[in-house]
């Protein structure tokens, strides 16, 4: 007898908190029951009752080049072969640490950590370790992982300082947190003419991508960097999510934007444990064993993960790579669109390189607020009448989606008439 994902939810919630190991995964958001895979492979993964779907979560970014690719599984099986972990350095971080560095002029050294929370909150003690400054902003919408100092919402007003978004983080913890306005260069020019001089650093999201998918625009970006270089603060660029998603430049290359420091994840570890931070030398040097910034970590720089993401990062570095998966993603996109059209459907969308936002609203948002003006409850009905259908996207309005390159038009055009049959429906 098969079991199906109602047995297994049911049973792991007795096991693990909400029976899930990341809350988002939880349904929380959308309702129902979620799903459990067993197997993927391209596009495409089966859960434990053996229903197919098409998917544009692909583990929430890694996997790029879609499920189960043979060159991953490969050099995975041949790496884990030789020793799953030594604690010690190994060539392989040498190689993926130039290939970084070379791959993004920003980076003049770079540390390899296990996740992106890892890597987010190490960038921010560097930041106050170099700077000597405690004061860091970060903006509404933006997600860095799950580290105390990031878990903020924002103050009453403009200028007052975060609030804890999370039970168990102290007070104290945010006090030196500010959470300004995505997109809103009026209020981060105000806040550093007040406070500039005790600002460490500014960490964004360069495409949000955890309020669902909101660009930035140059100007906030240019803004953003101009007073970080006069106040001496630091800019960080969370690129955990767009690192090697939105094109091999990252946002960082299509914004023409040199941070001080960037972290990376999600691609770069191709589906394992893998995520980093670097940036400018006289900042990383900084970091213990040279420098007075503790940071560590018993896996960092994984061998089979490093394995992994070195595979990852020499595929996606195949000429017209992006160009392809660009267009791929903006076939769903605009095709999404047009069936909305075409059924009266208040719907928008748009795609960055590899990821895309779909919004119940007549125009895709440009910023938290106009967000949350999206029509939610349309999306939870969209989101199952399409699971229903064997189309799996994020399970929550507030998520951006991802399309690898294992997406051909087979998949695009399947995922297209069935939205055609759920817009006819008036989702
Ligand atoms: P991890 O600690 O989950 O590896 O990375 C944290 C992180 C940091 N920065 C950005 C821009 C991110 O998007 C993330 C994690 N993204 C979420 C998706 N919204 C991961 C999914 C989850 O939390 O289960």
């Known amino acids: 007898m098969t079991i199906t994902n109602q047995q297994l939810f049911e049973r792991s919630r007795q096991y693990i908190p909400g029976g899930v190991n990341s809350p988002v995964r939880a349904f929380k958001s959308v309702g129902g029951t979620p799903v459990f895979f067993q197997h993927g492979q391209g596009a495409c993964f089966w859960d434990v009752e053996g229903k197919s779907y098409i998917d544009y979560v692909g583990s929430w970014g890694p996997l790029i080049l879609g499920h189960a690719h043979p060159d991953v599984v490969r050099v995975v099986q041949d790496a884990a072969s030789r020793g799953t972990s030594f604690g010690a350095p190994t060539a392989a971080e040498l190689e993926i640490a130039e290939l970084l560095c070379r791959l993004l002029p920003s980076l003049e050294m770079v540390r390899l950590v296990s996740s992106g929370t890892e890597a987010g909150m190490s960038a921010i003690r560097l930041a106050r370790g170099y700077t000597g400054r405690n004061r860091i902003i970060k903006f509404e919408g933006c997600y860095h992982g799950h580290d105390d100092a990031l878990l903020v919402k924002a103050g009453s007003g403009a200028l007052t300082f975060g609030h804890p978004s999370s039970a168990g983080v102290p007070a104290e913890t945010v006090e030196h947190t500010l959470v300004l306005d995505y997109n809103d260069v009026t209020g981060v020019e105000a806040t550093f003419s007040n406070l500039g001089s ?128 660009s267009a791929m993603t903006r076939k769903l996109t605009d095709g999404l669109t047009s069936v909305a059209t075409k059924n009266e459907v208040a719907f928008s969308a748009q795609a960055v390189g590899g990821m895309f936002g779909i919004y119940f609203r007549k125009s895709p948002p440009e910023s938290f607020t106009e967000v949350m003006e999206s029509d939610r409850d349309a999306f939870n009905c969209f989101f199952h009448a399409m699971l229903k259908e064997g189309i799996y996207f994020a399970p929550s309005a507030f998520e951006a989606g991802f399309v690898s390159a294992a997406h051909s038009d087979m998949e695009i055009d399947k995922t297209l008439e069935a939205a055609d049959r759920v817009f006819s429906r008036k989702v």
């Open 198 to 325: 005790e600002i460490a650093a500014v960490i964004v999201e360069p495409v949000a991508g955890n309020m669902n998918l909101v660009r930035a625009a140059p100007r906030f970006l240019e803004t953003l960097r101009t007073l970080c270089t006069k106040h001496g603060s630091l800019l960080i660029l969370d690129e955990v999510m767009t690192g090697f998603r939105v094109g091999l430049e990252c946002a960082q290359g299509l914004y023409g934007i040199t941070p001080d420091l960037t972290i990376l994840g999600k691609v770069i570890g191709g589906g394992l444990p893998m995520a980093a931070f670097g940036g400018r030398r006289d900042v990383m040097e900084c970091l213990a064993p040279l420098g007075p910034v503790y940071q560590a970590g018993t896996l960092s720089g994984n061998p089979v993960a490093v394995a992994a993401g070195l595979e990852t990062l020499r595929q996606i570095q195949t000429p017209g790579f992006f160009d392809k998966l």
